[in-house]
């Protein structure tokens, strides 16, 4: 049920695919309780339009041209400790929806969401409650208790994802082949997988690691 009485929730939307921006205003033209006060198609104009349009909630998809919403949600936390973060995500990746709900996001949903499940999602985190549709919060339950990868293994785990070898992960990263190997066996070991095509599937699937396209 819309409300009419108050004023309505301000949202600051931040997508750099136009598609994908135009149906999300599409969907919200119809709500008279939402609306949509600015627009942004990377992190650094959703800082400058947050500081100056302090919006209620932001709509943020998580791939932006010049960086990732998850690197973004400190800036926006420094600005305002109180402010209300949707992710907006190609894909349920349980490592990233936990990365940007431990970074404080309120919210996590994908880009095939239902109209009437953005609307919920949007009026929800406005209200100050966090949301989770259940198909992401059955991937985060059946990934919970997993030991986390250390900021070393993740980067070597990116690298191999890049189909580097021992060597030339070594020579990147300017540690020793033995250092890399040890690595490795750690990460196959936190994943649960016995080669280097599994444990890049699984990455991928997990978004443990980013792929530019």
Known sequence: ?????????????????????IGIKTILSGQSDLKI????????????????????????SLRLPDSCAIDVLDDYFDENSRARILILAEHAGDAEISRSLKKGAAGYICKDISESE?????????????YIPAEI???LSEN????????????ILQMLVGGNSNKEIAFGLSVSENTVKT???????????????????????RGLVRIDI
């Open 183 to 205: 690595h490795v066996k750690n990460v196959f070991e936190k994943l649960g997988v016995s080669d280097r095509t599994s444990a890049a599937t699984l990455a991928i699937k």
């Open 144 to 155: 919970f208790g997993r030991e986390e990868l250390t900021t070393a293994e993740r980067k």
């Open 118 to 130: 953005l609307i919920k999602a949007i009026r929800t985190v406005s209200a100050g409650r966090k």
């Open 137 to 139: 919060a059955e991937i």
């Open 1 to 21: 049920m819309n409300n009419k009485t108050s004023d309505p929730i301000r949202l600051l939307l931040v997508e750099n695919q136009t598609l994908v921006s």
């Open 37 to 60: 006060i600015g627009e942004a198609a990377n992190g650094a104009e959703a800082i400058k339009l947050f500081r100056e349009l302090k919006p209620d909630v932001t709509i943020m």
